[in-house]
């Protein structure tokens, strides 16, 4: 008798919501680097001193995805880039 093969849907949900992450974390990132193979390697590779001196990768895998949008927003407005949001603005 032959059975159906066991597929683990949660595992690639949870994959694709991990890409989905890494993509905003990557356009974000895109507002302060424009090269991509540089914001590829700050990606993977260059630890967030605000955030433990983990990489953005190992943080998005994590779930903290929203901390390291946070991150870069916080250096877009430092730089300029973006006027400030929020209460604090006005």
């Known amino acids: 008798m032959r059975y159906a093969r066991i597929v683990d849907f949660r595992a690639n949900h949870e ?3 991990r890409k989905s992450h890494a993509w905003q ?7 302060i680097e424009p090269d991509e193979g540089a914001r590829i390697a700050w ?13 953005a990768e190992t943080l998005v895998a994590a779930g903290r995805y929203e ?16 006027t400030a949001r929020g209460f604090g603005s006005y």
Do not use: N
């Not at 974390?25 to 507002?31: F, I, K």
């Not at 901390?67 to 973006?82: I, M, P, Q």
């Open 25 to 31: 974390v990557l356009r974000e990132a895109a507002r």
């Open 67 to 82: 901390d390291v949008l946070a991150f870069l927003r916080g250096v877009t407005c430092d730089l300029g880039t973006e």
């Open 15 to 17: 994959s694709a919501v």
């Open 43 to 55: 990606y993977r590779d260059d630890p967030i001193v605000g955030l433990h001196m983990l990489t």
